[in-house]
């Protein structure tokens, strides 16, 4: 059942008293419901039944989220955070089971400041990607930041689960490149790295959003690219081979030299495998190359194009006609809802497991893969290093997606992904099946209180296929800097304390 109101009175009496009202939207304020679409891009997780927060609290400095963590530990209410908004299951603004929350949306914190002579930057968390890369490359043209594909995911939300996008060959994870953060706790205590500590520094660069407390900005290493890089798109149907050359892509795009990244999109109902490439350098070299390496793909310089790095964001993302200032716009369409899932690929899937998943992605209401291949700096760290394990041996990473109409409930578009899921499983990794926390996925386990705590052994189920053995150091490290649970969702991490 729904917690008392009463506390929830006192709540928004001490928030209004911290912080100024027109940074405050509780439910009967006009604008609520756009402040809360304002990020959300999956209809589905916003419908008439959907569990809204009490009040969203948009804060414009850190001492309005240290207030807000003070009044909600005060009164009992949680507070969930939201960046950009882009979370799978929507867990930064609604929550699954009935409860009374907060949102504290980060939407008016995402300033970028960028030291160009120390190819440093510090990002607040409520910044786009795309307002991220735009401010790189204002600042110079031979600076870039390796994240995701798409601009208008939160720096926030990313870089808690990781963050991989086209230079992660060369250069990782987004994560592996930041070199410190500012985190408001549990106690509403503002901490840089050094104050909160080596296990909560290490946590907070990958094991997943909400648990630790909110991050407020990141500072980050930039790295170097090329004046010109060039992209490609070649699509390729059944007809023209697509199954020989995807079977022989899973050998060859992690082995490849890491300025070349090579991704695919299959969907069938288009027909085609789409191979999408970035590569660090000039057309010439990238022909060579793909001549020597991957001849099956019938490269040519007609497919070519050379741009700045900042160009190859909207193109790749966005296509061919936008243009960087398009990377900034943070509206998207809301006509459909849509789920994802995950999974990671250690050993080559065979030709005619090939065939049979190309039956799949033919049958009616079918979806998507999206296939991101690894090798190269991603898989050279050491499990360990941060809380993201999938590293040295994943050959690439597997997201499936499916799409259907907002007005329509969707039924058969999910069961196919699940089906299919299922279908998969004897072809990707194993024990534990490996899983991409930025791709949250409910279906892998949800959270069980057990006295007010979350349960690390119900955790255990959902939470090894993120982080493999890197989840008991992650419950520590939540044990010590949040022993009450107070940061908790359905996918929290929960804290490790004795006796447990
Ligand atoms: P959102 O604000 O919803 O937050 C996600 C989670 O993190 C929530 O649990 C939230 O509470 C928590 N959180 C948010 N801000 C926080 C903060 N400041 N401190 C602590 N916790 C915080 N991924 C990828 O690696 N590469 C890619 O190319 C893409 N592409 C992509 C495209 C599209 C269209 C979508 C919808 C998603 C992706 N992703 C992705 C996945 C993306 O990285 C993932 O959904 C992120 O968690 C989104 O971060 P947001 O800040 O937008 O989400």
Redesign the pocket.
Known sequence: SVPSLASSDGFLQCLSSAIPKQLLYTQSSPSFTTVLVS?T?NPKLLTPSTVRPLVIVTPSSASHVQATVVCGRHHDVRI?????????E????RSVRPEVFAVVD?NKMRSVRVNRNAATAWVD?GATLGELYYAVSKASKRLAFPA???P???????F??????MLLRKYGLAIDNVLDATLVDAEGRLLDKKAMGRDVFWAIRGG???SF????SWKVKLVPVPPKVTVFSVSKSIDEGAIDILTKWQQVAPSLPEDMFIRVQVGVQKQVAEFQSLYLGTSGALLQLMERRFPELGLNQTHCKEMAWIQSVPYSYLGSAATVEDILNRTYSLDYSNKGTSDYVREAITKDVWVKIFGWLAKQDAGIMVMDPYGGKISSSPESATPFPHRGGVLYNIQYLNFWPAATNGASHVKWLKDFYAFMGPHVSKNPREA?V???DLDLGENVVVGNITSYKAAKVWGEKYYKSNFKRLAIAKGKVDPHDYFR?EQSIPPLVAGQ
């Open positions: 990020s891009w969930r955070v939201r960046s950009g908004g882009h979370d799978f929507g867990l930064s603004y980060l968390s995701g594909l798409c208008t995911v939160g720096v926030g939300g990313h808690s689960g990781g963050g991989f996008g997943g959003g909400e407390g909110i991050v407020l991409y930025n791709y949250r969702n």
